[in-house]
């Protein structure tokens, strides 16, 4: 994939759509609709949005129902993504910077993890059997940190009895830079889903 600039004055912005309750969504910047029928567990393409605060409106898609109302003051030159998250009529939305501080490398992956599963109680996340962060609770979003590229287990147990909830397995690749969402379906059903963030494809001066 080739890299992306970031025009003069403007950031880069898409919206994942994790609600729990499964609804596709429309959402809304400034009054205008960017991104129409957005299913469960999509992300939207970029889009370059200049500095400024922004009203968001996200709708449960094809109606005029109102899910959340959000401003996101956004910065100059940043990459976010814009997460929905929380249970049927406690919809909200959580705004996950991808820092260009990091920069992909050329011999680790780089990964974090991002709850936003509302049900689910503080977690600890395991690679391959061995501690990675703990007590990770609800729209909590760890630091990044640079793991040898190849397959993982990647397993989330109860902070407190240490009982495993899932377990899954991903490909961690160099010149890659991941968020691991945590997310929910339902009431009691969560998974992990793995995102490649736009950081890892910002243009970078050599």
Do not use: W
């Amino acid at each position: 994939m080739e890299c992306f600039k970031i025009e003069k004055g403007k950031s880069l912005v898409r919206v994942f759509n994790a609600l729990p309750s499964g609804e596709a969504i429309d959402v809304y910047i400034g009054g205008v609709p960017f991104f129409k029928d957005v299913k469960y567990k999509e992300f939207t393409p970029y889009i370059y949005l200049i500095k400024d605060i922004h009203k968001i409106d996200v709708y449960k898609s094809g109606t005029t129902e109102v899910l959340i109302r959000a401003s996101l003051p956004l910065p100059k030159d940043q990459v976010f993504t814009m997460s929905t998250t929380g249970n049927s009529g406690e919809e909200s939305m959580i705004f996950v910077e991808e820092s260009l501080d990091y920069t992909p490398s050329k011999e680790k992956a780089i990964a974090r993890t991002i709850n936003i599963a509302p049900n689910l109680g503080s977690v600890n996340l395991l690679y391959n059997n061995n501690p990675g962060v703990n007590n990770i609770t609800y729209r909590d979003q760890t630091p990044y940190v640079y793991l040898p590229a190849g397959q993982y287990k990647i397993s989330l147990e109860d902070s407190t009895t240490g009982n495993e909830i899932i377990s899954q397995n991903f490909e961690f690749k160099i010149n890659r830079i991941y968020s691991m969402y945590i997310i929910q379906k339902n009431d009691t059903d969560f998974e992990m889903v793995q995102s490649v963030d736009g950081n890892a494809y910002v243009c970078r001066e050599n």
